[in-house]
Each structure stands twice: as structure tokens, then as C-alpha cells.
């Protein structure tokens, strides 16, 4: 065991992140979860994350998406917490054309409901150039899926449920290198238990007492999956921990 020593200031929070090398995935894409959660574990207060992130964290996750080719989040997520088109500033989506990447990427929603309101504006304030994508499965309800057709493009990945793997390659198959999983929990066990996330990044904030939501649900029988910290920053009482899935 060792002793942290307070480090050099970091200039732009998004700088640590932005130097990973996700170009060698293990396996379709490289997938990033990116979470936060008290010091307890906890996901959720009160069914939403919003008092859960400090102000560094909601700069961070805001700049996150820069990385990111698509980012992809659970159908209970993008209900409860009202999600909206992706919006980065015009620095980072220079920086992305720069790159070869899109402007700003799109949103792609895991879901075998197909309950949303699709006026929401994560489907109706999409661009053209970075509609919203629903992720679902053969069984998803013919008439809810020909509804989803008129607001989202809809990929078809599994039969009975959304099989991450499947849902994976779909989006490598569409040029989607870096995936971005901004949960919620019971999506990212999922990927875990497929052992498909490659890096998490993991914001803890100071405080305990919220739901009993871990930051990742892992479906029944799921193996476990080891990671190595890699970086470990702080800004206030907020520590941002950087994990990569153990090389086997
Ligand atoms: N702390 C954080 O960083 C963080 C991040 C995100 C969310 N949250 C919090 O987490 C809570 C929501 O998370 P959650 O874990 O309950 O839900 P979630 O993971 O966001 O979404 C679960 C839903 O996704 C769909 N889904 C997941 N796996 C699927 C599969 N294999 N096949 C088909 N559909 C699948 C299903 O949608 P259908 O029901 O439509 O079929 C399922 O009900 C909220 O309280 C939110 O505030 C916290």
C-alpha cells in the first residue's frame, strides 16, 4: 500500500480522458462506461442522478461525450432523466470533424418496450446527422416498433432481449468505434456480464444515503470481471477514478 501524493493541477478535466488509446478493442467496439455514485455506492437519489454530481462531475460528463462515437444509455434512463440530443461546444465538435468523427455523436436507446414518448426531445430534437437510435429485439411489440420506425432508426440486436454483443457489433457495423454507456445500471451489468466494457470512469461523490442502486446490476449468474485503476484524479471532495477491464 502507498500513499497518493497530491499530483500536478490538470488544466482541462477532459484531458486525462481524452488521451486514452481506444483503438485496440477487445472485442466490436471499445466501450467506456462513464458513472458516478456516492461514496456508498449508490446510483440514484430519489430516482434521478441529478444531486448525485458535484459540479466537476457535470462538467466532466458534459465533455465526456466528446469521445464518443455513439453514446449509448438503458431505455429507464433516458425516461427517467429526460434525455436530450447531445450538445458539445464548438471546440470539441472542431475537434472531432478534425478527427474524421462526427460533429456530435448520436444517442442510441436500449429498450424492448419501446415505451417512450417519443416527442421527448432525445427523439425529436435529434439532427438529421445524428438521429437517435433505438436499439431493441424480435420481440419487441410489431406496432410499438413501427412507431419507434417514424422517430428513431430502429436496430434489431437479439430475440427476446437485447444481446449486448449483437448490439455491439450493429454499432461497429455502423462505424461506431467508441462507445460511450452512460448506464443506467441494470444496461451496463449487462455489458459487464458480457464482458463488454473496456474502461470505467467512474466519479465518486461525498456523500452516502441514496437509493439502493448500485452503479452496476448484475444480471443472475453473471461472472465476475476484474479491472485495474489506472488514474485517479480529484477536484473538491469528488475523486474521478479510471479503470480498464484486466487484461486476461
Ligand atoms: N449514477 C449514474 O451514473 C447513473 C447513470 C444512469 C442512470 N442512473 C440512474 O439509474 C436509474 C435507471 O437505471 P436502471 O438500471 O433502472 O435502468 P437502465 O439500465 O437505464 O434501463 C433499463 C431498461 O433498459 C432496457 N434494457 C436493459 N437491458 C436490456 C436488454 N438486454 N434487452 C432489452 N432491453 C433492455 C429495458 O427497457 P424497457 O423497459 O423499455 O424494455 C430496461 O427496463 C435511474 O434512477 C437513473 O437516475 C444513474
Do not use: N
Not at 458513472?35 to 446510483?43: F, K, L, P, Q, Y
Not at 466528446?66 to 471546440?91: F, N
Not at 461506431?176 to 470505467?200: F, T
Amino acid at each position: 500500500m502507498h500513499q497518493l501524493q497530491r499530483g500536478a493541477e490538470i488544466a482541462d478535466p477532459l484531458a486525462p480522458y481524452l488521451t486514452v488509446d481506444r483503438t485496440q478493442p477487445r472485442h466490436e467496439c471499445w466501450v467506456t462506461g462513464h458513472m458516478v455514485a456516492g461514496i456508498d455506492g449508490t446510483a440514484a437519489i430519489d430516482g434521478r442522478v441529478g444531486s448525485l454530481s458535484t459540479a466537476p462531475d457535470q462538467e466532466l460528463f458534459r465533455r465526456m461525450r466528446q469521445i464518443a462515437d455513439i453514446v449509448l444509455v438503458g431505455a429507464e434512463t433516458v425516461r427517467r432523466e429526460g434525455y436530450s440530443p447531445v450538445r458539445l461546444s464548438a471546440a470539441a465538435q472542431q475537434a472531432r470533424r478534425q478527427l474524421g468523427q462526427s460533429a456530435v455523436p448520436a444517442v442510441a436507446v436500449v429498450s424492448r418496450s419501446l415505451e417512450f414518448d417519443w416527442s421527448a426531445k432525445v427523439f425529436s430534437a435529434a439532427p438529421p446527422t445524428a438521429r437517435t437510435l433505438v436499439i431493441t429485439c424480435e420481440a419487441a411489440d410489431p406496432g410499438r416498433r413501427a412507431e419507434a420506425e417514424k422517430h428513431a432508426t430502429v436496430v434489431v440486436a437479439g430475440e427476446e432481449r437485447v444481446d449486448p454483443a449483437a448490439a455491439l457489433q450493429a454499432l461497429a457495423d455502423l462505424g461506431h468505434r467508441v462507445v460511450l454507456c452512460e448506464g443506467g445500471p441494470r444496461w451496463l451489468g449487462e455489458l459487464v456480464a458480457a464482458d463488454r466494457l473496456d474502461e470505467l470512469c467512474l466519479s465518486l461523490s461525498p456523500l452516502m444515503g441514496g437509493d439502493p442502486l448500485p452503479v452496476s446490476v448484475a444480471p443472475p449468474g453473471a461472472p465476475l470481471a476484474g479491472f485495474d485503476l489506472l488514474q485517479v484524479m480529484a477536484e473538491d471532495h469528488t475523486l474521478f477514478l479510471r479503470y480498464e477491464r484486466q487484461a486476461r
